[in-house]
């Protein structure tokens, strides 16, 4: 499985981004799909899940309300939609594919990662 995130950039706080997860090499009814970020100094931390095949979401508390993940099984895309973005959103954003066996929100339990894509929120 590979996977290939986009869409980080530099926004005011209050705005919006959407990131992509482009996933290859899989088949992937069979993996959720989870989004992590990684401030400096800091552990990685979960954001958000999906399942592929039912769309079953899951949020942090921190982000619940703001931002939304899905999916396009057409694309083998994966969305996060990231609104009323707070400086304390900053980070670098992963990717993270999981079998769907796994209910976890835990990092080191996911088995594929994308590269990762910035995100700065100026205040």
């Known amino acids: 499985v590979q996977l290939q995130a986009s869409g980080g950039g530099l926004v005011q706080a209050g705005g919006s981004l959407r990131l992509s997860c482009a996933a290859s090499?899989?088949?992937?009814?069979?993996?959720?799909m989870g989004w992590f970020r990684q401030a400096p100094g800091k552990e990685r931390e979960f954001v958000a899940r999906i399942s592929w095949s039912v769309g079953a979401t899951y949020y942090a508390d921190s982000v619940k309300g703001r931002f939304t993940i899905s999916r396009d099984n057409a694309k083998n895309t994966v969305y996060l939609q990231m609104n009323s973005l707070k400086p304390e959103d900053s980070a670098v954003y992963y990717c993270?594919?999981?079998?769907?066996?796994?209910?976890?929100?835990?990092?080191?339990?996911?088995?594929?990662w994308g590269q990762g894509t910035q995100v700065t929120v100026s205040s």
């Open positions: 993270a594919a999981v079998r769907t066996t796994v209910l976890s929100t835990t990092a080191n339990d996911y088995n594929y």
């Open positions: 090499g899989g088949t992937f009814s069979n993996y959720r």
